[in-house]
């Protein structure tokens, strides 16, 4: 997994997202019936994520991703979060959603660098 010299794939990101929350504590799901990437739950919290990659057409794609979460927010789960992951190098694509927008929306942003490692943005 050390310094992939191609762009990360959505199999990557998920990968890595998964290793990231696993490490956490969380367990992970990502064969889910609604076609959602993953699917996580510790203690009381449950965490869905779309998962995005490098791809011809990245920005449409992160787009794509946002819409899946909204459809899937349950504003009467309090205990529900949502994520969108993408590569780093698609940092851009992802915050022309603004950051006041994600936050109102109530949708995390996690990035996987070069390296597999995630960050929370």
Do not use: C
Request: zero cysteines; glycine letters at 6%.
């Amino acid at each position: 997994m050390e310094g992939h010299a191609t762009p990360l794939t959505e199999n990557d990101a998920e990968a890595a997202f998964v290793a990231y929350l696993t490490a956490q504590g969380w367990a992970v799901s990502t064969t889910n019936a609604d076609f959602t990437d993953i699917v996580a739950a510790r203690d009381d919290e449950i965490l869905v994520a779309e998962v995005k990659g490098h791809t011809k057409s990245a920005g449409a794609a992160i787009d794509i991703g946002y819409g899946q979460l909204l459809r899937r927010i349950d504003l009467s789960a309090s205990n529900r979060r949502h994520a969108l992951v993408v590569p780093a190098s698609l940092r851009w694509h992802a915050e022309r959603v603004p950051t006041t927008v994600r936050e109102r929306l109530g949708i995390e942003l996690f990035l996987v660098d070069e390296n597999w490692a995630v960050t929370q943005a």
